[in-house]
């Protein structure tokens, strides 16, 4: 079982800095994300087989591609990285 900072250290091209602590990080990934974005990370964090996320978050497994590259896509931003790194 991975950590949700290890699957966003996993999923970010280019962190110069480290992440904040697990509770900090939830909180602005609450504000930032969408449910399902969340719940996405949530599941890949627990090393989830890509059926059962589709399953648990209804989902087509082309849906599921997109939903991800849109997650990786919001977490590689330059403003939401600033969010989640210690200054």
Do not use: F, G, V, Y
């Not at 939830?26 to 090393?47: G, P, V």
């Amino acid at each position: 079982m991975n950590t949700i900072s290890a699957t966003i250290i996993s999923q970010i091209a280019n962190l110069n800095k480290s992440l904040k602590d697990e509770d900090a990080l939830m909180e602005i990934l609450k504000k930032r994300l969408t449910k399902k974005e969340l719940k996405l990370l949530k599941l890949q964090s627990l090393s989830t087989d890509e059926a059962i996320i589709c399953k648990e978050l209804k989902l087509t497994p082309i849906r599921l591609q997109e939903m991800k590259l849109a997650l990786r896509k919001k977490l590689n931003s330059e403003k939401l990285k600033q969010e989640m790194t210690l200054p």
